[in-house]
């Protein structure tokens, strides 16, 4: 069977217990902080916080859209996301997945009654998601005490580059240097990249362009670590999570 590739970048959310798991974090770990999450995608992570008293922002190009035109957009690209995983070797490591498939109907669908209320428009429209594109992000210096970036950096690299789209469609080194310099710009206290790792490859392990990001975070004032990700979807041999903290002294 062929490898995992994806068709595009697709816009496809995890819940909120999935962030915890990607993260490490619990809601709880980040109460009194200020929280990016970029790209949000349709996760119901931003709506959680919020409901948990976080002060989140979400920020994805598709947020420039209308709820109708994401729902749409949501429903195709798990369709197709799924189509792609049951078509080629990835194995989830959900051993059912038709609960895997809901889980992400069921953020996709608490993003949008979020959005809707929340979002641009919206009758209590509080910023919390806003429609921009890295590697640019519209905040100040520093506006976040942390920043997360799951499921863009890395996984949309080429696959000859160790990601999941043909060359173009795919993000380049240049690109990933630039959007991790701008995630860097805005964060105040840490940054988390995940997964960090080859896609849907035999030989897995952390991606080649971690080690230029490390160099550039460094660059930037940050000691960097890897970790293993509590979370697994079967589809990287394995979870390395990138964790960039400003101000640490260096190794
Ligand atoms: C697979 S989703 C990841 C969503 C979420 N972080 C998660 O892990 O479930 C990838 C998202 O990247 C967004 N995206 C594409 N290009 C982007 C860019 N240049 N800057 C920020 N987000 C981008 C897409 O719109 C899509 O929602």
């Known amino acids: 069977m062929p490898r995992?590739?994806?068709?595009?970048?697709?816009?496809?959310?995890?819940?909120?217990?999935?962030?915890?798991?990607?993260?490490?974090?619990?809601?709880?770990?980040?109460?009194?902080?200020?929280?990016?999450?970029?790209?949000?995608?349709?996760?119901?992570?931003?709506?959680?916080?919020?409901?948990?008293?976080?002060?989140?922002?979400?920020?994805?190009?598709?947020?420039?859209?209308?709820?109708?035109?994401?729902?749409?957009?949501?429903?195709?690209?798990?369709?197709?996301?799924?189509?792609?995983?049951?078509?080629?070797?990835?194995?989830?490591?959900?051993?059912?997945?038709?609960t895997w498939t809901a889980e992400k109907h069921q953020a996709l669908e608490h993003f949008l009654v979020d959005f809707r209320r929340h979002g641009p428009g919206g009758d209590a429209d509080d910023g919390r998601y806003v429609a921009a594109s890295l590697p640019n992000l519209p905040f100040a210096d520093q506006s976040f005490d942390m920043a997360f970036s799951a499921h863009l950096l890395f996984s949309y690299?080429?696959?000859?580059?160790?990601?999941?789209?043909?060359?173009?469609?795919?993000?380049d080194l240049a690109f990933h240097l630039d959007a991790v310099t701008e995630l860097a710009r805005v964060t105040r206290q840490e940054l988390r990249l995940f997964p960090a790792v080859i896609m849907a490859s035999d030989e897995g392990g952390p991606h080649p362009w971690v080690d230029p990001i490390r160099d550039r975070l460094r660059s930037l004032g940050?000691?960097?670590?890897?970790?293993?990700?509590?979370?697994?979807?079967?589809?990287?041999?394995s979870n390395a999570l990138l964790i960039a903290s400003r101000g640490a002294v260096e190794d």
């Open 157 to 171: 690299a080429s696959v000859e580059n160790g990601g999941l789209v043909e060359s173009s469609k795919a993000l």
């Open 222 to 237: 940050f000691e960097v670590r890897m970790e293993s990700s509590d979370y697994d979807e079967g589809l990287t041999t």
């Open 4 to 98: 995992l590739r994806l068709p595009r970048i697709v816009f496809f959310g995890r819940t909120a217990e999935e962030y915890a798991r990607i993260w490490k974090l619990s809601l709880a770990d980040l109460a009194g902080l200020r929280i990016l999450d970029c790209p949000c995608g349709p996760a119901s992570f931003i709506g959680a916080c919020h409901d948990a008293g976080i002060d989140a922002i979400g920020v994805d190009p598709m947020m420039a859209f209308t709820v109708e035109e994401m729902r749409r957009t949501g429903l195709k690209d798990i369709e197709d996301t799924m189509a792609a995983i049951e078509s080629s070797d990835a194995g989830l490591a959900s051993s059912d997945p038709e």
